[in-house]
């Protein structure tokens, strides 16, 4: 039996790239308002962030292979995990490190969380739409879907 292809782990890399695409412009961005402790707390929830996906790609791809319920229990439970750690991180930045900006931090991983996720929905929504579905395809049909 042929195993299914990597999806998670592409669409995790994806992201990743993606990630590294906007680093430069949002740690510049953090550093004009929060100076160089702003542009450092922003790599660190680039980082969190890219770590954050990858890790969540592993983990799902791990629990498909054993199944639905494990794949349930794996999605649900690592993504309550990866936020705790997302939290703790954000905790331990505050406390340990001298030149850690919260505010920053926060803004970074949830912009930068949300923004991947919508660059990628569009991407993913085209290449998973079956060939018969997709909007050039659409176009070229009658009102009964025959190809024109």
């Known amino acids: 039996m042929d195993s299914p292809p990597p999806v998670e782990r592409r669409i995790a890399v994806d992201l990743a790239?993606?990630?590294?695409?906007?680093a430069p412009a949002i740690v510049l961005l953090a550093g004009i308002f929060g100076g160089v402790d702003g542009a450092a707390s922003?790599?660190?929830?680039?980082?969190v962030v890219v770590v954050n996906f990858l890790v969540a790609a592993v983990s799902l791809e791990w629990g498909a292979?054993?199944?639905?319920?494990?794949l349930f229990a794996v999605a649900l439970g690592g993504f309550l995990l990866?936020?705790?750690?997302?939290?703790v991180v954000m905790l331990v930045?505050?406390?340990?490190?001298?030149?850690?900006?919260?505010v920053v931090?926060?803004?970074t991983l949830f912009v930068t969380h949300l923004g991947l996720?919508?660059?990628?929905?569009?991407?993913?929504?085209?290449s998973l739409a079956a060939p018969g579905l997709r909007r050039?395809?659409?176009a070229a049909t009658n009102d009964n879907g025959v190809v024109k």
């Not at 922003?42 to 980082?47: E, S, Y």
């Not at 990866?82 to 939290?87: D, F, P, T």
């Not at 930045?93 to 919260?102: E, T």
């Not at 996720?117 to 085209?126: A, D, N, P, T």
């Open 42 to 47: 922003a790599a660190l929830g680039l980082g």
């Open 65 to 70: 292979r054993r199944g639905g319920n494990t």
């Open 105 to 107: 931090l926060g803004v």
């Open 136 to 138: 050039d395809q659409l």
């Open 82 to 87: 990866r936020m705790v750690s997302i939290l």
């Open 17 to 22: 790239r993606h990630g590294l695409l906007v």
């Open 93 to 102: 930045a505050d406390a340990l490190f001298g030149w850690a900006d919260v």
């Open 117 to 126: 996720l919508f660059w990628e929905l569009r991407s993913v929504s085209f």
